[in-house]
């Protein structure tokens, strides 16, 4: 005697835990790829941001040391910006030069302080005294 075969249209509980498992094995890479390109993104923005603002500051520090080239411009983690901090060391290289490091970064551990780990950016340069 011959069985007769049912023929039904939807997959059997086997066949849908491959799919599952397949798929699982398949998105983890996908997803780890994910996470690294937008960790990526997010310190790639923080830099740009970080460049922008110390261009901005250097460039705030040259127009004062145009009005008064002794004034001391050294600060230590001043706020600039949404969680930005700036620290600038002044040093007097001789009566009519000033070399002049701007560093800045966000804060990521919120403590009001630029730590060492938290600078994107350091600029460098001298300011002469033109007068």
């Known amino acids: 005697m011959r069985q007769a075969r049912r023929q039904h249209g939807g ?3 086997t066949e849908v835990l491959a799919a599952v498992v397949l798929m699982a094995i398949a ?3 996908i997803l780890k790829a994910h ?5 990526l993104g997010t310190k790639a923005e923080r830099s740009t941001k970080a460049l922008a603002l110390a ?4 460039e705030d520090i040259r127009a004062s ?3 008064s080239f002794s004034t001391n411009f050294s600060t230590s983690s001043e706020a600039l910006s949404q969680g930005y901090l700036c620290t600038v060391q002044d040093g007097q290289e001789t009566a009519t ?4 490091k701007v560093m800045v970064g966000y804060d990521i551990d919120g403590d ?3 730590d060492g780990d938290e600078v994107d950016v350091v600029l460098d340069t001298q300011i002469a005294d033109t007068q």
């Open 11 to 13: 997959f059997t509980l």
């Open 112 to 114: 009001g302080a630029l």
């Open 35 to 39: 996470i690294a390109s937008q960790v």
């Open 65 to 67: 040391a145009l009005r």
């Open 55 to 58: 261009v901005e500051k250097t």
């Open 27 to 29: 998105l983890v890479p």
């Open 97 to 100: 030069l000033k070399s002049i």
